[in-house]
């Protein structure tokens, strides 16, 4: 029954398979790749001197360990694939067991759950010794397969009190092994430490390992025991109202309403919030030369993940807004403000870092300015070529609302880090976060022109622009 239900799979596999997804998973591992490489090179001189002073192959844990929490958030926000049979199978003699074996199958070579493991190969093989890396890239193939598994459990859960018991067990492992990798790490530093367990850090991969195939073991007993009729739900259980509706109103409304929308924005800014706070403590130290990469990303990321599909949401209903009194250039306007406000709310979960880790407040007004005014009009002519986006599908691999001009447009994003990285490397700090306050200023002066040129640039070609958002 196992090899029916694979060649079953097969079958649909390519019948489905599509060049784009492919040329998807490679733009997005080669960004990573790239932001990596980056960091390795502007890092250089002082890991340097961390490779003369300390053995840094103890740093193989830390690295492994901090991979699982944002590998679980990235499979949490475009994990899709189906973890219940369908209907069709189900109503053939087909056992629990072969479903979950072929669930194994298919989570062993998906290419998503071998992303962090080979920026592990990556970063392990550059710094370290080569057996150390070779069972660091060992230890992160079973925890991402854990983590895989674990993701599943909560989609095929089939309400929160069944979900409850993986998501107390993923905190529980990771703030204990994050504290753990921690302790050992800087207990390696220390000269002439004999805290550090025999034979390190061979033996604290191979407890890690131990670890994470004992709880990859639980998860998939667990994954086993549960039971599920259908992953999909087909109506709404309940339907509030949010008060009057207005124009401004549904760009927010249709962001935390949808789940293809919701889950990236709180998911990743969640992330970068961490990363920013977590490296300004490091900046403190000047290891990084003030370059914060969770910072820029934090306050950046509400337009860069909207600003791809400007006019996407509205392409759902945009032949009622047409009947409305709206104009296009009103749509726009309110779009744009809504971007900024974004950035404004989160740089105010920021205000912590200026009191308590040293960040300066001219930075933070500036990065606001930066990337809340100037990016976002910067991916505002993205509605001259947007199309319509499905809000309530999974944003897993999903490409649908996507095409060439927006994929092709979103390497503008380098325009505004190269921008960051000379403010931050080039010039004195202080006239560094005045140029990029400066280019906020001037793009928040000049948004009613752009816009009103965008405006004109879409009602020129309406028709086609209508007959887009039908697709």
């Known amino acids: 029954m196992f090899k029916l239900l694979l060649s079953l799979w097969w079958i649909q596999w390519r019948r489905d398979f599509h060049w784009g997804r492919l040329f998807m998973v490679a733009y997005f591992g080669g960004l990573m790749l790239l932001m990596v490489i980056a960091m390795l090179f502007a890092l250089s001189q002082a890991l340097a001197e961390q ?63 071998w992303l962090f493991p080979a920026l592990t ?24 397969q854990a983590a895989a598994w674990a993701v599943a459990a909560i989609h095929k859960a089939p309400g929160n009190q069944y979900t409850l018991p993986v998501w107390a067990g993923l905190i529980i492992y990771y703030i204990g092994m994050l504290t753990l990798s921690t302790i050992l790490g800087v207990l390696a530093m220390l000269p002439d430490s004999t805290l550090v367990l025999p034979g390190s850090p061979w033996t604290q991969l191979v407890l890690l390992m131990a670890v ?34 207005t124009l401004f109103s549904t760009e ?103 009191f308590f880790m040293g ?8 990065l606001f300015l930066f ?8 991916m505002m002519p993205t509605c001259l070529f947007s199309t319509r986006v499905d809000l309530f ?13 927006v994929n092709i447009y979103s390497f503008m994003l380098f325009i505004p880090m190269a921008i960051y990285v000379v403010c931050v490397f080039l010039l004195p700090p202080y006239w560094g976060d005045a140029l990029m306050a400066a280019i906020g200023v001037v793009a928040w002066a000049v948004h009613r022109p752009c816009v009103k040129m965008l405006a004109r640039r879409w009602k020129a070609n309406r028709y086609a622009n209508m007959e887009r958002y039908l697709k």
């Open 393 to 405: 599908s999974s944003a897993f691999f999903n490409y649908q609302g996507a095409n060439k001009g």
């Open 51 to 113: 490779l003369a002073m300390y053995p840094i192959e103890q740093l193989a844990l830390p690295l492994v360990v901090s991979f699982a929490m944002p590998d679980v958030m990235l499979k949490l926000m475009w994990g899709g694939d189906a973890v219940v049979m369908d209907d069709f199978l189900r109503t053939k003699p087909v056992p629990g067991s072969a479903w979950n074996r072929l669930m194994g199958v298919t989570m062993l070579i998906d290419p998503w759950n």
């Open 252 to 354: 927010y409304l249709s962001v935390w309403r949808s789940k293809r929308f919701r889950l990236p924005m709180v998911l990743i800014i969640a992330l970068f919030l961490l990363q920013a706070y977590q490296q300004q403590g490091v900046t403190l130290q000047e290891d990084f030369g003030g370059l914060n990469i969770g910072l820029f990303f934090c306050i950046g990321w509400p337009s860069l993940f909207l600003g791809q599909w400007v006019f996407g949401i509205e392409g759902n209903y945009f032949h009622g807004l047409w009947t409305k009194p709206y104009s296009i250039e009103q749509m726009l306007e309110n779009k744009y403000r809504f971007f900024v406000m974004l950035s404004a709310c989160v740089s105010v979960l920021l205000v912590p870092a200026v």
């Open 121 to 144: 190969a990556l970063v392990c093989f550059w710094l370290m010794p080569a057996g150390v890396a070779v069972l660091a890239t060992m230890v992160s193939i079973v925890q991402t």
């Open 371 to 378: 990337l809340g005014c100037g990016q976002s009009l910067m």
């Open 212 to 245: 994470d195939a004992g709880l990859l073991w639980l998860l998939y007993r667990y994954f086993g025991r549960l039971h599920a009729y259908d992953e999909h739900e087909q109506h709404a259980d309940k339907v509030r109202s949010m008060g009057d509706i």
């Open 359 to 366: 960040l300066r407040v001219t930075t933070l007004i500036a």
